[in-house]
């Protein structure tokens, strides 16, 4: 009897831990929830290059939340995905896709195009993508029609919950709200408050760290708005711990492995403490 007493203690004590463990446990991810977002796919790769499906592969391998790459559309409006609006010498929005569509990244895959780009995407379970619309200069119709056509494709494909939409442009960030109100769209230009962004119908904020770091009560703004914050690109490792403090809900980067490897023992110091 006393035997058995005593694994019925042992028992009870074991659970009682576990239990203090859990709880410990969502209190740091509560603490500590900033998830990161591989800038322009995780490029830093051997045989990689900025936004191309290698990069969103990678990303995907290091298991980050979220993959982000740029999309522009041409002159005869197909989407491809590149970050400059300058490519090769043609300025793509001003080019029809005939003339680029053969042309290959430094890596040597084709220049994407946001077709081909979602359809890896979709393989790669899990991972969030990032879409930034880059603005079409002087062509307010055209940079609409860009923004109609990714959610068409986007909704083509039932990525509907696997895509959040990013932009410089403010009247895109409208567009892509009006569109998908369920979806995560957030405004890169900076200058806005969380709150004007909000009655403006976006529901998030995608600023430089310099932003931030002038104001940072926009991070816990926009989380007592039920807004999502977003830090980009912040690279230095000093740098990644003062904007962690905050606990933003994104932080973009491109150094992916090692930003996760910061945040993870940023939990582990925190933990420590209970």
């Not at 800038?39 to 990689?48: A, L, P």
């Not at 969030?128 to 990714?150: I, R, S, W």
């Not at 039932?158 to 979806?183: H, N, Q, W």
Request: include cysteine.
């Amino acid at each position: 009897m006393k035997k058995i007493w005593m694994l019925a203690t042992f028992a009870l004590l074991f659970l009682i831990s576990g239990c203090k463990d859990n709880k410990i446990d969502k209190m740091v991810d509560q603490m500590v929830s900033t998830k990161v977002i591989a800038h322009r796919g995780y490029w830093k790769c051997e045989g990689s290059a900025q936004n191309s499906i290698s990069s969103l592969r990678n990303a995907h391998r290091v298991g980050v939340y979220g993959s982000e790459f740029d999309v522009q559309i041409t002159a005869d409006s197909i989407l491809i995905v590149n970050h400059d609006n300058d490519f090769k010498g043609y300025v793509i929005n001003l080019t029809r896709y005939e003339i680029i569509k053969d042309s290959l990244l430094s890596n040597g895959e084709k220049l994407p195009t946001l077709e081909e780009y979602l359809a890896a995407g979709k393989k790669l379970k899990g991972l969030q993508l990032v879409l930034e619309l880059k603005p079409v200069k002087d062509n307010p119709a055209l940079e609409q029609y860009a923004v109609e056509t990714c959610v068409e494709m986007v909704k083509k494909m039932g990525l509907e919950k696997r895509v959040d939409y990013i932009s410089f442009s403010l009247e895109a960030c409208k567009r892509f709200s009006t569109l998908m109100p369920k979806a995560s769209v957030a405004y890169l230009g900076g200058y806005y408050m969380p709150i004007e962004l909000l009655e403006m119908g976006i529901n998030g904020f995608d600023y430089h760290y310099n932003e931030v770091l002038m104001n940072p009560f926009w991070v816990d703004e926009a989380r007592n708005y039920n807004m999502t914050s977003n830090v980009w690109t912040v690279n230095d490792s000093l740098l990644v711990e003062t904007i962690l403090v905050g606990n933003p809900t994104f932080l973009t980067t491109d150094n992916p492995e090692e930003v996760t490897c910061q945040i993870q023992a940023l939990k582990e110091r925190v933990r420590e403490r209970f």
